[in-house]
């Protein structure tokens, strides 16, 4: 999801590469620290209750909060650079375009949400009985990905016509054989590719 979000919001800031290195420099900084709480971890697991529970130790919860806290700093610098961005081009335009819009609102409706679960998801490991460290762990993960595939499924569908493009472009072929277009053509104009090139 990281590799996403970097991709939408260098696409944003116009391709700048200054911000590409900034994105990716933080984000094995945070990948670090991830990696650094997820060693030595040490689970017990909950043979009284049904399913696959694992009890947690206090040292061991507080090693997985920091993982859900550098996931909230990232969160929190893309929704930072996204809302920047899209305010600052607002600002410029008399009327906004609808795909910034679109940018800001999902990136704000994104934030809000699993920034909630995350912070749900921290008290819940600093503050829990053991048998109950680890509850909001899978819910919070679940969130995040439907959210991701919501705000990705909103920015293509305001993007234009998607995938199903209208505009039919010239085939053009390789010495092979093959054939390249630039577009898909949609189902109203037919699937009937030629197959021979004349």
């Known amino acids: 999801m990281a590799a ?3 991709l939408r919001t260098y696409a944003l800031y116009g391709k700048s590469n200054r911000l590409l290195t900034f994105l990716l420099f933080t984000s094995i900084a945070l990948a670090s620290v991830v ?4 060693v030595g971890q040490q689970g017990i697991s909950a043979a009284t209750l049904p399913g696959c529970h694992v ?12 993982a859900y806290e550098a996931l ?5 610098l893309i929704f930072g650079l996204t809302a920047y961005k899209t305010f600052k081009v607002g600002i410029r335009c008399e009327s906004k375009p609808n795909l910034v819009v679109v940018l800001l609102r999902d ?9 909630i679960a995350n912070l749900a998801n921290i008290l819940l490991l600093y503050l829990a009985p053991e048998l109950l460290k680890d509850g909001l762990s899978a819910f919070s993960m679940c969130i995040a990905v439907t959210m991701v595939s919501r705000l990705m499924l909103n920015l293509h569908s305001s993007a234009g016509a998607g995938i199903f493009s209208p505009h039919r472009q010239q085939f053009t072929s390789d010495p092979d054989g093959a054939m390249f277009t630039s577009h898909l053509i949609g189902p109203e104009q037919g699937w009937d590719l030629p197959t021979e090139l004349d």
Request: glycine letters at 4%; aromatic letters at 18%; hydrophobic letters at 65%.
């Open 4 to 6: 996403l979000f970097i």
């Open 107 to 115: 990136g704000a409706i994104y934030f809000a949400i699993v920034a």
């Open 55 to 66: 009890v947690y130790n206090t040292k061991t919860a507080i090693q997985i909060a920091v």
């Open 72 to 76: 909230c700093i990232f969160d929190t």
């Open 35 to 38: 990696a650094w709480s997820l």
